[in-house]
């Protein structure tokens, strides 16, 4: 069964005080594996998805990496809008994502 | 371009009661999913609905069912309620095939207490 642990469960920055999210997977034969960010009352937002190891993508503070077991987001001079919760996600290419419990991250001006 | 829309945003409701919930997709999009998200957990997969056939389904039993609409439109009845089942209950539209599933796009979700 496809898993996905997300660390810390919570992090508190101050503003411009960069950091990095972790994601840890274990899934039968990656398709994808995705970031989103969810405000609270809201529904996740897409961030990335990543396809193999060895890849990243970014937008503006956001810069996500992927290795054959592991995924990271890293935050590079944090803003308080960027406080939010981070889920990670994977597929194996059926219908079904498997998402991780999220870190809360909050970010302190 | 419209975005995922679902309703109501809240509804509260007794054990043993049955409830349902709507969704409507983004333009275009011919697939849905429904998750259920409680409190401090990341969103659990219920089922998905492609072309109006239920197209997976994950560790939620029968009373959980649902119906896609020729516009793409959505349903997710649950009966016999159970106060478990008390969750922020997300709709993600997304344009895929039968097999690979590409980037969600969620609605704001329902928000359904059981008391």
């Known amino acids: 069964e496809d898993q996905v642990t997300q660390s810390p469960e919570a992090l508190r920055l101050q503003e411009g005080e960069s950091s990095s999210l972790n994601c840890s997977y274990t899934v039968s034969g990656l398709r994808g594996l995705f970031w989103y960010r969810q405000d609270p009352g809201k529904g996740p937002e897409f961030l990335f998805t990543l396809y193999s190891a060895g890849e990243e993508k970014e937008k503006e503070r956001l810069k996500a990496t992927l290795t054959k077991k592991e995924s990271f987001l890293h935050i590079t001079a944090p803003k308080p809008e960027d406080s939010a919760t981070y889920l990670c996600?994977?597929?194996?290419?059926?219908?079904?994502?498997?998402f991780g419990t999220g870190t809360k991250l909050q970010v302190i001006p | 371009e419209t975005g995922v829309t679902q309703s109501p945003t809240h509804l509260i409701k007794t054990r043993g009661q049955q409830v349902t919930l709507r969704c409507s997709s983004q333009?275009?999009?011919?697939?849905v999913s429904w998750y259920q998200q409680a409190l401090g957990q990341g969103p659990q997969f219920i089922f998905q609905y492609y072309r109006e056939e239920e197209n997976g389904r994950g560790n939620f039993p029968p009373r959980f069912s649902g119906l896609q609409f020729p516009n793409y439109s959505s349903e997710l009845n649950v009966n016999a309620l159970e106060l478990d089942d008390s969750a922020l209950y997300l709709c993600a539209s997304s344009l895929a095939g039968a097999r690979v599933t590409e980037k969600l796009f969620f609605g704001s979700g329902t928000q359904l207490s059981v008391l």
């Open positions: 996600a994977v597929t194996g290419g059926y219908q079904k994502v498997t």
């Open positions: 333009s275009g999009h011919n697939t």
